[in-house]
Nanobody, 124 residues
Framework: HVQLVESGGGSVQAGGSLTLACLNS????????MGWFRQGPGKAREGVAA???????NYALFAKGRFTISHDNAQNTVYLQMNNLKPEDTAMYYC???????????????????WGQGTQVTVS
């Protein structure tokens, strides 16, 4: 059973930065695609970024240039570095894991079978 535990959320002012972390306790990184999704108040869940096991990354347009997804193999942890945060980035952020690679469909939540509990990010 895969367990994903997010941390690092919080409240920041616009223009500030946060780094989210997702510890993957059981998954074999060698065959996993890891993604970050978010869901704002009254909004649908949307893909933020994803990283495949070969290190290839994909980003939503709103995240490009501001957010960076990375993976620490030794710690089996995926990070989402978020810079220049905006009020519209306010949302619950979720980590997700999926077997195999996802390039063209990385932003689709139903491609990911395993989810963390989420961590709240509030930008004011």
């Amino acid at each position: 059973h895969v367990q994903l535990v997010e941390s690092g959320g919080g409240s920041v002012q616009a223009g500030g930065s946060l780094t989210l972390a997702c510890l993957n306790s059981d998954y074999s990184w060698a065959r996993a695609c890891m993604g970050w999704f978010r869901q704002g108040p009254g909004k649908a869940r949307e893909g933020v970024a994803a990283i495949n096991s070969d290190g290839r990354t994909n980003y939503a347009l709103f995240a490009k240039g501001r957010f960076t997804i990375s993976h620490d193999n030794a710690q089996n942890t995926v990070y989402l570095q978020m810079n220049n945060l905006k009020p519209e980035d306010t949302a619950m952020y979720y980590c997700a894991a999926s077997i195999g690679r996802h390039e063209t469909d990385w932003y689709k939540a139903d491609r990911f079978a395993n989810w963390g509990q989420g961590t709240q990010v509030t930008v004011s």
